[in-house]
């Protein structure tokens, strides 16, 4: 048995999708820590806007030493608390990320793993030594010593650790359920592991690399945003400092605080401290969603996803065929239909089985069958195409119904009129015909039906509304798959899908200029995966498939691929509307510094300068004018951060609803607060003499 070296796994059965408040008091003390050290220049560089105000911060630090004033050493602290706060922002998100990697960390064990030698004998080797390729046995009590693919045998598997799901799962050799993960723990039976990843290099080191924000890079909507900021920067820079001469030639002295303070204002420091922030956000809260995404560029393609992918199985329909109604055919009675359809299900542990059970005794109270008389249970065979039960000289079946006439026939019965008219019927719906026969007589049709899961068809009008496209996958004929995606309320479908079919449709989107999702399990997945845009593996899934995706769902639902691409479109949201409202907020700033600036400068005895007009604000002084914008400017960027990380309210609605609504909420409300805010700051300083 694996023998744990490091600490239990007990503090993380909840999975890495614990979630963290927001204001977690351990998360702000580290990133308030964190705050101090990303103040270092080598830090700051990779942030134009951010730099360029910490540099601005430390020549007024110089002005304020060598000239000493109120109103420098104001302007300094909080420009100086400008780029801590920028840097907090940071921090908290990538706070959170860290707090679910130390959670993995306690996950990691070292343990003893049973190698197996090419002559069937076994040797206990330590996991950091296990290669690619090397084989181990693992038995219940077992934990996996590192990731790999089921060689030999089944197994139930304890993955608490990794998906926060207590249910043991079943992990067996030769399917796509074969690939297991390190750190998880056997709990029955015998298993002979494949190991499929090099010391270092496991699912649960990626894990904790990704979470904390190690590998992050940043994604290429992120870098033409910076470049954008940095460009406007650039922009102010000259803008600003032709002030100086120019108020000299007016008789007029404008200190270089002043202008730094102006150029820091006018400057997108809003969207420049939030916008790392945002992204980190965005991965973070698909986390919480247990969906790991390998990349941010992934999250990012998610929100542009114009075509989704949707498996039939799980994802539209609950998964399993189950019975709906009993169409009785010759005249034969309904509950007679239902009484000799449960008998022959009795024994029929299938999920299909089980249903016919449950609805017999939901229509006619059919239960506790207790079975006294001698009687035997025919199991179902790919030969007969039938099951059912011998009981008192009874010889009931169900089936398919060509198997089930055959059997008639053979008995010497006859076949009712009726019944290829239902089970056309029952075909062309979209379900599938079961046949049930007591003897030489035809009772009737058990009608199967894929049932479609409640609500979704409410989803797809949602992702309809932002002008995304479902198509449903399905191995089914493309009758049965019409009438499920008919009922489901899918924009198109693809009946009888193979791997080489998904591929070509996937091809055939992104040629049109859609990004495509898509979720897998199987090795046979991996192709199309890895074609699409956002591609979403299953956790129970084989390691090809994993490598081939760009993100895995550690719960193996592929639903989730729905919230997922609103997470994806809730980060594009985000962003956009800070920016929006960061811009809005340097225009307002503008015309509310520059005319208090020079409103005096142009002014004769008893007749106002021609900026005085532009002066609505009134504000105190020049000075107590930059030190309000400066003092604004740091405190709205502390207030965003919450709006930055929880991300802005998603709604489903097209692109023109969302920008309209961007503009007059956050483009509106970033012109109207900085007037308020800023006179409310100036009044106050007024007040309390500061200056």
């Given at each position: 048995?694996?023998?744990?070296?490091?600490?239990?796994?007990?503090?993380?059965?909840?999975?890495?999708?614990?979630?963290?408040?927001?204001?977690?008091?351990?998360?702000?003390?580290?990133?308030?820590?964190?705050?101090?050290?990303?103040?270092?220049?080598?830090?700051?560089?990779?942030?134009?806007?951010?730099?360029?105000?910490?540099?601005?911060?430390?020549?007024?630090?110089?002005?304020?030493?060598?000239?000493?004033?109120?109103?420098?050493?104001?302007?300094?602290?909080?420009?100086?608390?400008?780029?801590?706060?920028?840097?907090?922002?940071?921090?908290?998100?990538?706070?959170?990320?860290?707090?679910?990697?130390?959670?993995?960390?306690?996950?990691?064990?070292?343990?003893?793993?049973?190698?197996?030698?090419?002559?069937?004998?076994?040797?206990?080797?330590?996991?950091?030594?296990?290669?690619?390729?090397?084989?181990?046995?693992?038995?219940?009590?077992?934990l996996i010593p590192s990731d790999g693919e089921i060689a030999e045998g089944v197994a139930s598997v304890d993955e608490s650790a990794i998906t926060g799901e207590s249910a043991p799962v079943i992990r067996e050799s030769g399917g796509d359920r074969s690939a297991v993960t390190g750190g998880t723990k056997v709990l029955s039976d015998r298993i002979v592991v494949e190991i499929t990843a090099e010391p270092g290099h496991t699912f649960l080191d990626r894990m904790i690399g990704l979470v904390e924000g190690a590998s992050r890079q940043k994604t290429p909507n992120e870098i033409a945003l910076t470049i954008l900021l940095a460009a406007l920067t650039i922009i102010f820079l000259p803008v600003v400092v032709v002030l100086r001469p120019f108020g000299s030639y007016a008789h007029s002295q404008v200190s270089v605080v002043i202008l730094i303070g102006l150029l820091v204002c006018l400057i997108p420091t809003t969207i420049?401290?939030?916008?790392?922030?945002?992204?980190?956000?965005?991965?973070?809260?698909?986390?919480?969603?247990?969906?790991?995404?390998?990349?941010?560029?992934?999250?990012?393609?998610?929100?542009?996803?114009?075509?989704?992918?949707?498996?039939?199985?799980?994802?539209?329909?609950?998964?399993?065929?189950?019975?709906?109604?009993?169409?009785?055919?010759?005249?034969?009675?309904?509950?007679?239909?239902?009484?000799?359809?449960?008998?022959?299900?009795?024994?029929?542990?299938?999920?299909?089985?089980?249903?016919?059970?449950?609805?017999?005794?939901?229509?006619?109270?059919?239960?506790?069958?207790?079975?006294?008389?001698?009687?035997?249970?025919?199991?179902?065979?790919?030969?007969?195409?039938?099951?059912?039960?011998?009981?008192?000289?009874?010889?009931?079946?169900?089936?398919?119904?060509?198997?089930?006439?055959?059997?008639?026939?053979?008995?010497?019965?006859?076949?009712?009129?009726?019944?290829?008219?239902?089970?056309?019927?029952?075909?062309?719906?979209?379900?599938?015909?079961?046949?049930?026969?007591?003897?030489?007589?035809?009772?009737?049709?058990?009608?199967?039906?894929?049932?479609?899961?409640?609500?979704?068809?409410?989803?797809?009008?949602?992702?309809?509304?932002?002008?995304?496209?479902?198509?449903?996958?399905?191995?089914?004929?493309?009758?049965?798959?019409?009438?499920?995606?008919?009922?489901?309320?899918?924009?198109?479908?693809?009946?009888?899908?193979?791997?080489?079919?998904?591929?070509?449709?996937?091809?055939?989107?992104?040629?049109?200029?859609?990004?495509?999702?898509?979720?897998?399990?199987?090795?046979?997945?991996?192709?199309?995966?890895?074609?699409?845009?956002?591609?979403?593996?299953?956790?129970?899934?084989?390691?090809?498939?994993?490598?081939?995706?760009?993100?895995?769902?550690?719960?193996?639902?592929?639903?989730?691929?729905?919230?997922?691409?609103?997470?994806?479109?809730?980060?594009?949201?985000?962003?956009?509307?800070?920016?929006?409202?960061?811009?809005?907020?340097?225009?307002?700033?503008?015309?509310?510094?520059?005319?208090?600036?020079?409103?005096?400068?142009?002014?004769?005895?008893?007749?106002?300068?021609?900026?005085?007009?532009?002066?609505?604000?009134?504000?105190?002084?020049?000075?107590?004018?930059?030190?309000?914008?400066?003092?604004?400017?740091?405190?709205?960027?502390?207030?965003?951060?919450?709006?930055?990380?929880?991300?802005?309210?998603?709604?489903?609605?097209?692109?023109?609803?969302?920008?309209?609504?961007?503009?007059?909420?956050?483009?509106?409300?970033?012109?109207?607060?900085?007037?308020?805010?800023?006179?409310?700051?100036?009044?106050?300083?007024?007040?309390?003499?500061?200056?």
């Amino acid at each position: 048995m694996a023998k744990e070296i490091q600490s239990s796994t007990a503090n993380a059965q909840h999975g890495v999708a614990k979630a963290r408040g927001l204001f977690d008091p351990e998360i702000l003390v580290h990133a308030g820590a964190g705050a101090f050290r990303k103040l270092d220049p080598r830090v700051q560089l990779r942030n134009p806007v951010m730099f360029v105000v910490l540099v601005g911060t430390c020549v007024c630090f110089v002005e304020a030493v060598a000239h000493p004033s109120i109103f420098t050493w104001s302007v300094t602290v909080w420009l100086a608390l400008t780029v801590l706060f920028a840097n907090f922002a940071e921090a908290m998100a990538e706070g959170r990320g860290k707090a679910q990697a130390d959670t993995l960390r306690k996950m990691r064990t070292e343990t003893e793993a049973r190698l197996l030698a090419a002559d069937g004998t076994e040797r206990r080797v330590p996991a950091s030594q296990l290669a690619k390729g090397d084989r181990v046995v693992c038995e219940a009590g077992d934990l996996i010593p590192s990731d790999g693919e089921i060689a030999e045998g089944v197994a139930s598997v304890d993955e608490s650790a990794i998906t926060g799901e207590s249910a043991p799962v079943i992990r067996e050799s030769g399917g796509d359920r074969s690939a297991v993960t390190g750190g998880t723990k056997v709990l029955s039976d015998r298993i002979v592991v494949e190991i499929t990843a090099e010391p270092g290099h496991t699912f649960l080191d990626r894990m904790i690399g990704l979470v904390e924000g190690a590998s992050r890079q940043k994604t290429p909507n992120e870098i033409a945003l910076t470049i954008l900021l940095a460009a406007l920067t650039i922009i102010f820079l000259p803008v600003v400092v032709v002030l100086r001469p120019f108020g000299s030639y007016a008789h007029s002295q404008v200190s270089v605080v002043i202008l730094i303070g102006l150029l820091v204002c006018l400057i997108p420091t809003t969207i420049g401290a939030l916008l790392s922030a945002i992204g980190i956000a965005g991965m973070d809260r698909l986390v919480q969603r247990n969906v790991l995404a390998m990349s941010g560029r992934a999250v990012e393609a998610a929100g542009d996803v114009s075509t989704l992918l949707l498996d039939k199985t799980g994802t539209i329909t609950l998964g399993n065929r189950m019975a709906s109604a009993f169409l009785p055919v010759g005249g034969s009675d309904e509950q007679a239909l239902a009484d000799a359809a449960q008998l022959a299900s009795l024994a029929d542990e299938t999920p299909e089985g089980r249903s016919i059970v449950v609805l017999a005794k939901e229509r006619f109270a059919l239960r506790e069958r207790e079975l006294t008389e001698d009687h035997s249970f025919i199991p179902f065979s790919a030969q007969t195409r039938m099951s059912g039960l011998d009981i008192a000289g009874r010889q009931i079946r169900k089936g398919a119904a060509e198997a089930v006439r055959r059997f008639v026939t053979a008995a010497g019965g006859s076949i009712p009129g009726d019944l290829d008219e239902i089970v056309e019927r029952v075909a062309k719906a979209g379900s599938t015909p079961l046949a049930v026969a007591d003897g030489p007589r035809v009772l009737g049709v058990v009608e199967l039906k894929d049932v479609v899961k409640e609500g979704i068809a409410e989803r797809f009008d949602q992702l309809r509304a932002i002008g995304i496209k479902t198509v449903m996958i399905t191995g089914d004929n493309p009758l049965t798959a019409a009438a499920i995606a008919s009922e489901a309320g899918v924009d198109d479908y693809l009946a009888e899908a193979t791997p080489e079919t998904k591929m070509a449709l996937i091809v055939a989107e992104q040629e049109g200029g859609k990004l495509v999702a898509m979720t897998g399990d199987g090795t046979n997945d991996a192709p199309a995966l890895a074609q699409a845009d956002v591609g979403v593996a299953m956790n129970t899934g084989t390691t090809a498939a994993k490598e081939a995706g760009n993100m895995v769902d550690l719960d193996s639902n592929p639903t989730k691929l729905i919230d997922i691409v609103e997470v994806g479109k809730q980060l594009l949201i985000t962003r956009g509307a800070l920016t929006t409202f960061s811009i809005a907020n340097d225009v307002a700033k503008y015309f509310a510094i520059i005319p208090a600036l020079f409103a005096e400068t142009y002014a004769r005895p008893h007749h106002p300068g021609p900026l005085e007009v532009l002066n609505v604000m009134h504000l105190h002084s020049p000075t107590s004018a930059v030190l309000s914008a400066v003092i604004f400017n740091a405190i709205i960027i502390i207030a965003l951060i919450p709006l930055a990380l929880r991300g802005v309210r998603f709604r489903p609605a097209s692109a023109m609803s969302i920008l309209r609504r961007n503009v007059w909420i956050y483009g509106v409300g970033g012109l109207v607060m900085p007037f308020i805010g800023i006179k409310l700051i100036d009044m106050l300083l007024t007040v309390t003499r500061l200056y």
